[in-house]
Every structure is written in C-alpha cells, then in structure tokens.
C-alpha cells in the first residue's frame, strides 16, 4: 500500500527566513502529487499538484514555490516566509485508476513568529 | 468564491443516535463527491465517496446521499461512536466532465467539527 513521508513534523520559522518543506511517497509509481495548506480554523485550500516529474501547477498567487525532482518526491518552498505562511501543511497522492481520492500525509505544522 | 459549502461549523451528537452532515456545492461541473475525516494533527483520511451517477452509498456505518437538483449532499453516521469525533470535509471533484484533464483537483468545504457524547 501507499505511504507518504513528510518532515518536519513541525517547524517555527521567523519572518523572512527560507522554508522547505519534503514530501516523499512509497508504494506507487507516478502519481499525482498535491500540496494543500489548512490555516488555523479554515478549510484545505490546494496550493500546487504535479502530474509528473518537473510539472507544477500553481493553483493560488502566493509567497511559495514547489518542485518535483523525482517521481516519488514534491518539495515546497519559500525564499522569505510571510506571517500568513502559518499554517498545516499536508501532501497528498492520487493515482491513475481513481485520480479524484486523493490520500494525505501526516502533515507539517509551520508557525513563522 | 466557495464552491463547496459546510454551513454547520460544529455538530454535537449522542453515543448511539444519527449523526448528519451536511455539505452544498454550487459549480454544477462536480461529479464526483468524498467525504474525509481528519483528526488533529494528522492528515485527513478518505471516508466515502458517490459519483454524480448515483444518489446514495453506503460503507458499514456510513451513508453518503447526494441530490444533484439541491447541489447537496450529506453523510450519515449510524450508530455514532465517541471515536468519531473529528472534523468531517466534504470534498468535490470535476474529474470526469473536465475529460479527465483536472487531474483529480478537490475543492474541500471548511470542515465541520462533530463531537460525540458518551
């Protein structure tokens, strides 16, 4: 079955500092990757999904950046961190036989103080 | 613009009794409908799902019923259980309409906190 690894668990970060959040998958090959932030007391709100290796869209103008360097790899980035950056941040999978249920990874909780 | 709408930020429930969830959407291109639980500090987890096909499916204790004329949809939780306390998402995709172009996206309403009592 699938797995999804993501690290930091948790992270503090002050303003203006450069963030890299990883995600790492196990289990399948080649799927769609997803990047979904919850801010405190809101819904999920998608940020980036990939179809494959080098492939992102960005689905809201923000502060923030991904990449996928390896089939099974999706980092998120940030050059300078933005007090609204605070948030859950969770990496979900889907595959090819049901694209639309998508599975999550156990999150990072970032707080940019 | 909120596509997907939980209008009941919080439900309170016995051990026991039904517990209902409600969610509406308003971008007719939708077909395809899930429902994910997450607890505090983890990710969601996939509950159920319906396709705009049909109008209800049921997993064990959990029902999904979907009105595609009231763009509603709502989940039922029989017996509810203290374990089930979590927050609920209602989640809708474009997948099928779109020709399988979105790449299964999910718009996700804000949650609803369901908190069941012993």
């Known amino acids: 079955s699938q797995t999804i690894h993501q690290w930091p668990a948790t992270l503090v970060q002050p303003v203006g500092s450069p963030l890299s959040l990883e995600c790492t998958v196990e289990?399948?090959?080649?799927?769609?990757l997803y990047w979904y932030r919850q801010a405190a007391g809101r819904g999920l709100q998608l940020l980036f999904y990939?179809?494959?290796?080098?492939?992102i869209s960005s689905e809201v103008p923000q502060n923030l950046s991904a990449s996928r360097p390896q089939d099974r790899q999706f980092i998120l980035s940030s050059k300078k961190l933005l007090l609204s950056d605070s948030g859950f941040y969770l990496c979900a999978l889907s595959t090819g036989s049901v694209p639309y249920e998508q599975y999550f990874g156990p999150g990072t909780r970032l707080t940019v103080t | 613009d909120q596509q997907v709408k939980q209008n009941s930020p919080s439900l309170s429930v016995q051990e026991g009794r039904i517990s209902i969830l409600n969610c509406d959407y308003t971008n007719s291109m939708f077909d395809y409908f899930l429902w994910y639980k997450k607890y505090p500090a983890e990710g969601p987890t996939f509950l159920i799902s319906?396709?705009?096909?049909?109008d209800k499916n049921e997993d064990g204790r959990f029902t999904v019923f979907l009105n595609k004329s009231a763009k509603h949809l709502s989940l039922h939780i029989v017996p509810s259980q203290p374990g089930d306390s979590a927050v609920y998402f209602c989640?809708?995709?474009?997948?099928?309409?779109?020709?399988?172009?979105?790449?299964?996206?999910?718009?996700f309403g804000q949650g609803t906190i369901l908190t069941v009592h012993p």
């Open positions: 289990g399948t090959s080649n799927p769609n």
């Open positions: 319906i396709s705009s096909i049909k």
């Open positions: 989640a809708a995709s474009a997948g099928l309409n779109a020709g399988g172009t979105s790449y299964g996206k999910l718009t």
């Open positions: 990939s179809v494959g290796i080098g492939q």
